[in-house]
C-alpha cells in the first residue's frame, strides 16, 4: 500500500504511465485492425461479440504475462545459434543473426501467420468469385466454425502482441502496479474503439486493402525482429500515418465528387 501510495505521488511514475499507455495504444493499433479485419467477415449478429472476445481475451493474456515477468523476460535469452551474422551498422551491430530465443521464434511464426492471413484476405477481396458459399441446411455450423476459427486466430495473435507489449513495458518501468495500469488503460481504449473502427472498415472497402497492406507490413517488421534485424517503429507509423492520410484525401475526393 505504501508503493502505491509513494508512485502516486512521484510525478515520474505518472510520467512513466503516460508514456506506457501511449506505446501500448499504439502497439494496440495493429491487434485491433486484425481483429477488426477478422471479425467483419462474420455475419453481423456475431461481429461484436467476437471482438469484445478477442479485446478481453488480449487484456487477460497480458496480465498473465505480467504475473510471469521473470518468465517473460527469459524468452530473450538465447535458445540456439545458426553462427550467421550480417554486416555491422553505423552502431556496431549486427543487420540481422540467428542467435533465436522463444521471443524471436515467436516472432518470427507471428509474422509468418500475419502475412499468410493477410495475402488471404487480399485474395479474398481481389477474386471473391472462388469464395466457397455454404448451403442452406449448412449455414448453422458454418458460422459456428467460422467464429471459432475467428477466435482462435485471434488468441494466436494477441499471444504474439501481447509478449511484445509486455516486454515493451518492461523496458520502460520497473513498477508493475504502472505496468499493469497502462495495460488496463490501453486495452479499454482498444474496447471503446473497436465497433467504430470496424464499421469504418467495413463501410470503406479501399480502406480494408489499406488495413491489410498495413498487416503485411507488420509480418514483415515481425519476422524481421525475428531476425535480430531492428526496425524503428517510428519509421512503421509514420509510413502507417502517411498512407492513412493519403487514403482519407482520397475518400474526401470521392465524396466530393459523388455529391
Not at 91 to 108: K, M, V
Amino acid at each position: 500500500m505504501n508503493e502505491l501510495l509513494s508512485l502516486v505521488a512521484d510525478p515520474a511514475a505518472w510520467a512513466a504511465l503516460v508514456t506506457l499507455v501511449v506505446m501500448e495504444v499504439v502497439l494496440g493499433i495493429d491487434n485491433l485492425v486484425f481483429i477488426s479485419i477478422l471479425s467483419n467477415r462474420l455475419p453481423a449478429e456475431h461481429r461484436q461479440k467476437v471482438r469484445r472476445i478477442g479485446i478481453s481475451l488480449a487484456l487477460i493474456m497480458r496480465l498473465a504475462l505480467l504475473s510471469t515477468i521473470a518468465f517473460i523476460v527469459g524468452l530473450t535469452a538465447p535458445v540456439f545459434d545458426l553462427g550467421i551474422a550480417g554486416p555491422l551498422g553505423a552502431h556496431g551491430e549486427p543487420s540481422f543473426e540467428t542467435a533465436f530465443s522463444w521471443r524471436d521464434l515467436i516472432l518470427i511464426a507471428g509474422g509468418v501467420f500475419l502475412i499468410w492471413k493477410a495475402t488471404k484476405e487480399i485474395h479474398h477481396n481481389v477474386d471473391p468469385a472462388h469464395e466457397d458459399t455454404p448451403t442452406e441446411p449448412s449455414k448453422t455450423g458454418a458460422v459456428i466454425s467460422n467464429v471459432g476459427s475467428a477466435i482462435f486466430q485471434i488468441i494466436l495473435l494477441d499471444l504474439v502482441f501481447s509478449i511484445d507489449s509486455i516486454l515493451t513495458a518492461v523496458g520502460m518501468t520497473d513498477h508493475l502496479p504502472i505496468m499493469i495500469a497502462a495495460v488496463i488503460i490501453a486495452v479499454v481504449a482498444m474496447l471503446l474503439a473497436s465497433d467504430p473502427l470496424a464499421d469504418f472498415i467495413n463501410k470503406n472497402p479501399t480502406v480494408v486493402m489499406l488495413a491489410l497492406g498495413f498487416l503485411l507490413m507488420i509480418g514483415t517488421v515481425l519476422i524481421a525482429e525475428g531476425f535480430g534485424a531492428h526496425v524503428p517503429k517510428g519509421y512503421i507509423y509514420t509510413a502507417m500515418a502517411f498512407s492513412a492520410g493519403v487514403e482519407g484525401l482520397n475518400m474526401l475526393a470521392r465524396k466530393r465528387k459523388g455529391g
